[in-house]
T-cell receptor
């Protein structure tokens, strides 16, 4: 199993540009999550999904959108990138609920200038 | 919603000493408390977790204790080694009310000096 994969690893965006961060898992996990981690800070939940077709906002959803058309994929869309979105983005998945271990992807380091 | 506070933000110990990281949570209904370790430039990984029906759990040099009355839980690392150097995150959630995500603390950077 590849586990949780994310692409790209690094990206530099100009202010106002848009992009999609890709996340996929091959563990047949129902739950998937997107976090952002600012330098020296903890993990803030952006969006999460409890299954295909179901998504919900986390703590910091503004400026982002998600979709979950399949169990495997959970892309994160940034519209109109702003410097405040400079961060490391982690995707994670868990088997059924938050009380199961979350498996994290390797992260995407995004810089908005 | 749940709020998790973590202390200290940085911790430096000598190799072989013990390290203790403490977290408090706000929602008395929270019932699951994992700890994640993140090495520099790497992804977070679960190292130990505890559920509210247990007061203490141990796995080799790592232990976690939970005080439900005081709403705090702690990570204890004994006989620290340089490879324990990392950022440690605590988290909490309540699986019974349908809350479906973890709330993380702000992290503790542990440095083990050889």
């Amino acid at each position: 199993n590849a586990g949780v994969t994310q692409t790209p690893k690094f990206r530099i965006l100009k202010i106002g540009q848009s992009m999609t961060l890709q996340c996929a898992q091959d563990m047949n996990h129902n739950y998937m999550y997107w976090y952002r981690q600012d330098p020296g800070m903890g993990l803030k939940l952006i969006y999460y999904s409890v299954g295909a077709g179901i998504t919900d906002k986390g703590e910091v959803p503004n400026g982002y959108n998600v979709s979950r058309s399949t169990t495997e994929d959970f892309p994160l869309r940034l519209e109109l990138a702003a410097p405040s979105q400079t961060s490391v983005y982690f995707c994670a998945s868990s088997y059924r609920a938050a009380v199961y271990e979350q498996y994290f992807g390797p992260g995407t380091r995004l810089t908005v200038t | 919603g749940e709020n998790v506070e973590q202390h200290p933000s940085t911790l430096s110990v000598q190799e072989g000493d013990s390290a203790v990281i403490k977290c408090t949570y706000s929602d008395s209904a929270s019932n699951y408390f994992p700890w994640y370790k993140q090495e520099l430039g790497k992804r977070p990984q679960l190292i130990i977790d505890i559920r509210s029906n247990v007061g203490e759990k141990k796995d080799q040099r790592i232990a976690v204790t939970l005080n439900k009355t005081a709403k705090h839980f702690s990570l204890h690392i004994t006989e620290t080694q340089p490879e324990d150097s990392a950022v440690y995150f605590c988290a909490a959630t309540n699986s019974d009310t349908g809350r479906r995500a973890l709330t993380f603390g702000s992290g503790t950077r542990l440095q083990v000096q050889p």
